[in-house]
């Protein structure tokens, strides 16, 4: 079984299907992409496999475990994290608790003690915040602005440290929905790097975006979404070529 194993997966509000009997299959280390016009269902199946929204009907396991009926915390845990199209920091918190939020979702010390925040909690936030350091400098952020709220961070930082956040919670499949979204080229030649050295660390990236250039050297293969069906799942030059997606992005009959 693939590392992420997404099976016929529906997402309903009201009599829209936003996701519609979508099936993939993400490995780790693979670097795949979703795209498809607005409304095509890209960040619902995000939210799908990250228990942000309950599935209609279909099943997700990730690493054999099957997670779609788990609480969102449980989801986290079993390997799933993510970053949102529209950035969520908590902007008057600094940038390094930003990223023990992250975290704490793999911390061991129970609820019992945290309230007693005994030495074993002492030390796990001991490592924790070593490793939060750690993690800024490895998505390129100077270290010197641990200390400062993250929203005054530059807006191409505060992508990455997003990034940062859901690295911190250990995860074996990321998901970034539209992560080079209003990034300069500079910025997006660096993201697409940060990305990979991800993916080196085997952990599996599905990754929504609508620039192109962006993801087809980046991406192994592309999924195509249109009305919350998949209409192509190949590799990028495939994918460019298929009259059915022009059709879909054009708006016209193939
Ligand atoms: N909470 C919601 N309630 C009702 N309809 C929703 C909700 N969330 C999404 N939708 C609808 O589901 C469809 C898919 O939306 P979704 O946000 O998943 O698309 P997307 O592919 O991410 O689009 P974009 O490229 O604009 O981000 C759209 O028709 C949208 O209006
Ligand atoms: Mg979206």
Redesign the pocket.
């Known amino acids: 079984m693939s590392l992420l194993d997404v099976r016929e997966v529906v997402?309903s509000?009201?009599a829209?299907r936003?996701?519609d009997h979508v099936s993939l299959e993400l490995e780790a280390a693979q670097i795949i992409g979703v795209i498809?016009?607005?409304?095509?269902?890209?960040?619902?199946?995000?939210?799908a496999i990250s228990g942000a929204?309950r599935i209609a009907s279909g099943e997700i396991f990730c690493s054999g475990t099957r997670i779609d009926r788990l609480r969102i915390d449980e989801i986290a845990r079993s390997g799933i994290a993510r970053t949102f199209?529209n950035i969520r920091l908590f902007g008057h918190m600094s940038v390094q608790a930003n990223i023990l939020v992250g975290e704490h979702a793999t911390l061991h010390s129970g609820v019992l003690a945290d309230m007693l925040h005994t030495k074993a909690m002492q030390s796990e936030e001991r490592v924790a915040t070593n490793r939060a350091i750690e993690l800024l400098e490895f998505v390129g952020i100077p270290s010197s602005h641990a200390g400062r709220d993250a929203r005054e961070l530059a807006y191409g930082e505060q992508r990455r440290l997003e990034i940062a956040r859901a690295l911190a919670a250990s995860p074996k499949c990321l998901l970034l929905?539209?992560p080079a979204a209003g990034l300069n080229a500079t910025e997006k030649r660096d993201l697409a790097k940060l990305v990979r050295r991800i993916a080196e660390m085997k952990i599996a990236i599905l990754l929504?975006e609508?620039d192109m250039s962006f993801v087809m050297p980046l991406c192994e293969r592309l999924i195509v979404?249109d009305y919350?069906k998949k209409i192509a799942d190949a590799i990028p030059s495939v994918v460019r070529a298929d009259p059915v997606v022009l059709a879909a992005y054009l708006g016209v009959a193939p």
């Open positions: 997402v509000f009201g829209l936003a996701v498809g016009p607005n409304g095509a269902g890209k960040s619902s199946l995000f939210n929204t199209q929905d539209e929504v609508h979404l919350g």
